[in-house]
């Protein structure tokens, strides 16, 4: 972009000749041709003089413009960021739900499949049985309760996990746009 100073010394410089062109002329011309004259150069110049002020101007505006689309575009991309953190979450959730759902599942598949062996020995041997059956029913309970404590124990500590991975993700995505900002 070609320097304001040298701009308006170029358009002086025009200025002066043009003004020795009149001079020249003014012999042949009558006055008001070259009044004419004068007030038209005077008013070119001062129009060039302001052109390159203009422009700089626009380059300002259009800058800002993109200054402002971009803290636009990043607020975006942070909330989009979220979302799919949300996302992620929600997934990890559901599998750690899953998990525990399975866990339970086949506890009570075990507490039944203990609870089958247990009226065949019964059946087999009734004093023995009995005894056999309430024993191995008691472990049936005690395994079945210890798989659902463990099943339990694992989704909270799945979902804990899930919820501390984030909240560290969305503190740092929000401490990125809190330095971005500044």
Known sequence: MPNPREQTKKISEEAEELAEEVTEEMATESLEAVQEKVEQAGKEAEGQAMRPLDEVLGQAERAYAAYIEAQRQVASAYRMNEQQIAKAYRRAEQQSKNNCDEGIKQALRVREESIAQALKARDEALAQAERAYKKAK???????????????????????????????????????????SR
């Open 138 to 180: 008691e472990q049936a309970e005690r395994a079945c309760e210890a798989s659902i404590e463990e099943a339990w124990k694992k989704r909270e500590e799945s979902v804990e996990q899930a919820w501390q991975l984030r909240d560290e993700t969305i503190e740092q995505a929000w401490n990125i746009y809190a330095k971005l």
